[in-house]
């Protein structure tokens, strides 16, 4: 059985500082990992994902992700917080050759940014 | 265009009552999502449509009843709903319904409140 813990249900940091989110995950077989941010009262938005290939996955509005398959973790970083980037995080993970109604989510992670 | 549009916004409806969330894409996406989603916590998979037939429904309650009227619309009714069930209604559509090969998208949600 899949699963996704996010450590830190809640995170500061400040403005221009490095984000650092954290997820480990569990698969049995290859997984595929995903990050999603949702903005108060919107929506979830994809930012990336890994599926195969490399392993340092570039996403939206700066993000990127790491596989380390050593460690079972996919952590979300950005080297410099924007006020706009104060939202939910949510990581999740799939067993590959899959579909999306397949994925797990973790119990998410809330960014604050402080000026 | 990559958008999933979900009205109305809010609702607010009495458990007596009868109502109905709407979901449109146009992006020809062949397969449509319901999410459930409470107060800080992740989505949680109600119903799958592939080719405009149920494909999945995760033993939701039947006071839920899903339709996919044409490919670019989904429904979601209510009905005698519970308390409980106030959350955020997510819908998603997706091309095809394996990560590797395609992004899901989402909308902004319906935000229901049974009274």
Known sequence: AQSVTQLGSHVSVSEGALVLLRCNYSSSVPPYLFWY??????????????????????????????????????????????????????????DSRTSYDKVIFGPGTSLSVIP | DTEVTQTPKHLVMGMTNKKS????????????YWYKQKAKKPPELMFVYSYEKLSI???????????????????????????????????????????????????????????
Not at chain 1, 44 to 51: D, V
Not at chain 1, 58 to 72: P, Y
Not at chain 2, 21 to 32: S, Y
Request: hydrophobic content about 35%; charged content about 15%; some cysteine.
């Open chain 1, 37 to 94: 941010v949702q903005y108060p009262n919107q929506g979830l938005q994809l930012l990336l994902k890994y599926t195969t290939g490399a392993t340092l996955v570039k996403g939206i509005n700066g993000f990127e992700a790491e596989f380390k398959k050593s460690e079972t973790s996919f952590h979300l970083t950005k080297p410099s917080a924007h006020m706009s980037d104060a939202a939910e995080y949510f990581c999740a993970v799939s």
């Open chain 2, 21 to 32: 969330l709407k979901c449109e894409q146009h992006m020809g996406h062949r397969a449509m």
């Open chain 2, 57 to 115: 429904n995760e033993s939701v309650p039947s006071r839920f009843s899903p339709e996919c009227p044409n490919s670019s619309l989904l429904n979601l009714h209510l009905h005698a709903l519970q308390p409980e069930d106030s959350a955020l209604y997510l819908c998603a559509s997706s091309q095809v319904r394996d990560p590797m090969w395609d992004t899901q998208y989402f909308g902004p949600g319906t935000r229901l409140t049974v009274l």
